[in-house]
């Protein structure tokens, strides 16, 4: 008996109200449907990982947000300070602020 054979029987016994882990194990009780059962179990996990790593993505996307503003934030800081100083600014050597940089 293939796949939709056994959908077919065991819609015919089942009671429609019943909720996905009673119509589990009810299937998992019968000997003659044993590829609709492997199916279920499948079926009634996923929702559990999906939604498991719908919360990761969106905690990550939260972090990438945040750690993006900050960025974003500091950006706008150093180039206020820079139009400020703009007199100041024209005058560093980029080339040595970066030697005693990495020398620090």
């Known amino acids: ?3 939709a ?6 819609l015919a016994l089942l009671n429609k109200k019943e909720c996905p882990i009673e119509i589990l194990k009810f299937i998992s009780n019968l000997d003659f449907a044993p590829n609709l059962g492997i199916v279920l179990r499948i079926l009634l996990t996923l929702p559990i990982n999906v939604a498991g790593g719908e919360r990761s993505f969106s905690k990550l996307k939260l972090i990438k947000k945040i750690l993006r503003s900050t ?6 800081s150093y180039l206020t300070t820079i139009a400020i100083e703009h007199e100041l600014a024209e005058k560093i050597n980029v080339k040595d602020s970066m030697k005693q940089s990495s020398q620090n």
Do not use: K, N
């Open 71 to 76: 960025a974003t934030e500091v950006l706008l």
């Open 1 to 3: 008996m293939d796949l």
């Open 5 to 10: 054979d056994e959908i077919v029987a065991v």
